[in-house]
C-alpha cells in the first residue's frame, strides 16, 4: 500500500503564505517594482494577480485533495508547486532589489526542495497500473514537444543573432538585467524536461506519466500568467496587439483539459490517504 507523504503536503501552507505575500504585495502595491523597467514591472504585476488569485489557491485545493487520497491530485499538485519555485526563481534573479527579496528567496527555496523531495518519491512508488489506456499518452506528449520546440525557437531567435553580431538580446532591454533568467531556466532545465517526458510518456515510463501530470499542471498556470502579462502590457500602451494573450490562452485550456483527462484516467488503486495512515498510526 503506498502511503502519499505527509510532510511535502504539509509544506503547501508556508509555502502559499510566502507566495500569497509576495504576490499581493507586486499585485496591490504599485511601488514595489518601482527599480524594475516599465515592461518588466507591468509583466511581474500582472503575473501576481494570476499567482494570488489562481496558482496559491490551486496549490491548496489539490493538497487537500490529495491528502483525501486522491493520486491524481497529488500528482497535478506538483505542477503547481513547480510554478511557484520557477516564478520565484525568475524574481530572484530578475527583479531589482526591493523589500521582498527575502520572501522571493524563501519561497522559491521551499518550493524547489518540497518539489524536489516528493516527485522522487511519486515516480518511485506510483505503480505503472495507476495510468489506465484512457490516459492521453500521445496527445499529451505532442504537446509538450511542441511547447518545447516553440519556446527553444523563440529563445534562440533572440540569443542567436545577438551572440553573431557581438551584441545584447532585445530582451535584456525590456528587464535591464546582465542575462534573461527565463531564457536560462527554460533552455537549461524546462524544455529539455518537457522534451524528455514526452519520450517517456510514449513509452509508457512512470516517471513520464509523473511528470507530465506535473507538466501540464505547470503549463497552464503559466499560460495564464502569460495571458495576464499580454493584457498588461497592452493596456499600459507597451504592446499593440493583445493577439498572443488568445495563443497563450489557447496553449492554458488545452493543458488544461490534458491533466483533467489524465487525471480521470489515473487510477487510486493502491494508494492510502494521508488520513487514513493516521488513523492506522492511532490505532
Known sequence: MTTIPRTPLAMSVPLAVLAAIASGAGALAPDLYAGDRESFAVQAAAQDWVTLLVAVPALLALALAARRGSRAAWLAWHGAVLYLAYTYAVACFMVQFNPLFLVYTSTFGLAFLTLATSLATAIRDTPADAFGPRWSRRTTAGVLWAVAAVFALLWLSDIAPA?????????????????????????????????????????????????????????????????????????????????????????????????????????????????????????
Open 163 to 283: 551572440l553573431l553580431a557581438g551584441a545584447t538580446p532585445d530582451t535584456l532591454a525590456e528587464s535591464g538585467t546582465p542575462t534573461n533568467g527565463v531564457e536560462v531556466l527554460d533552455l537549461s532545465i524546462m524544455l529539455p524536461t518537457l522534451a524528455l517526458t514526452g519520450a517517456w510518456l510514449l513509452r509508457r515510463r512512470v516517471r513520464g506519466y509523473v511528470l507530465a501530470t506535473a507538466a501540464l499542471t505547470f503549463t497552464a498556470l503559466l499560460g495564464l500568467a502569460l495571458v495576464a502579462m499580454v493584457i498588461g502590457l497592452v493596456s499600459a500602451g507597451l504592446a499593440e496587439s493583445a493577439a498572443p494573450a488568445i495563443v497563450f490562452g489557447l496553449l492554458a485550456a488545452g493543458a488544461g483539459v490534458l491533466a483533467v483527462l489524465g487525471a480521470r484516467a489515473t487510477s487510486d488503486s493502491g494508494l492510502e490517504s494521508v488520513r487514513t495512515s493516521e488513523i492506522a498510526v492511532a490505532a
